[in-house]
């Protein structure tokens, strides 16, 4: 199991200097600053911590722009007792939230999973906040002009498992499940948009190896390998505006689906046949509705 942390800061400062025609004196400088920070970060879906929580704690007090910010990093972060502490109040923001991901094998050593040659299972979890800043030169203040959180389940559960001694060759299986999240605060427009990601791959190979086929009298080894995978991936995007409601009016949404067999056979060593089949069906608000069925074979002949 790996565990981290990473944070990041930024600043850019730039001064203007207008001198008199004369050369002997230079008014009052203009200066410009910005600042952002990166940091990991800590948001759980299933925790509550979602647009709804983000638009209840900035309705508690509408009045501060301050307290839009506030609310979305507070809504959006698990476990925000940090903030809280009177002594980590200030500096909260820049102490990184942990990140992880872990890799669980052997599972076929369990008596219940002996039928396996082999299983695993794997897991990550990475998300980012970002922040930018703007530096007032009026009350030397500095205020937020963006907020951005990111999470990532990369998978939310992974499968891998091997079985052998099935009908003479062998299995290999995989199964990855995906989903993310992306949510961008608009200082100025109080609106936060939302961009979900979800996407689930499977596949599954069969392997035989050095097979014995009678053909014109001869017998030749050959080797097969049939494999399926099918991938299904869902996109879409929202917008929520915090001044009215936390009802979001969807931008888009769209799926792709892909289902995939393919046989690759080989007669010993000298001819290789492969034969595929591909269907893509794609869906979304914006787009229409279409399906693509692809086909091939392909033979390669060695003589020597």
Known sequence: MDITWNVGWNKDQSTTYNVSSDGTHSIIPSISSS????????TLPFFGNNISKVFKEFN?????TSNLTDAFMNGMETFSFLSKIPILKDFAKY????????????LEKYPFLSFAQ???????????????????????????????VDYK?????????????????????????????????GVSTQNISQQLTNSMNITATYKKSGFEFPFLGISLKNDIEIALSYTLGKTSSTVYDMTSSSDGVPQDQSSNTVIEPKINYNMSSRVML??????????????????????????KITIQ
């Open 95 to 106: 102490i990184p939230r942990p990140n992880w991901s872990f890799i669980w094998s052997g």
């Open 274 to 299: 492969s034969i595929f089949y591909r269907r893509t069906n794609n869906q979304g608000l914006k787009i229409p509705t279409s399906t693509t069925n692809e086909a091939g074979v392909d033979v």
């Open 118 to 148: 082999k299983i695993s299972i794997n897991h990550a979890y990475t998300s980012t906040y970002q922040e930018g800043l703007i530096f007032n030169p009026v009350d030397g203040k500095e205020e937020i002009q963006s907020q951005q």
């Open 60 to 64: 508690k007090n509408t009045d501060s």
């Open 35 to 42: 600042q952002s920070i990166t940091r990991s970060f800590l």
């Open 153 to 185: 389940f990369s998978p939310l559960i992974g499968i891998t498992a091997s079985f052998d001694k099935f009908f003479g060759g062998s299995i290999d299986f995989n199964l990855m499940y995906n989903t993310g999240a992306s949510y961008g605060l």
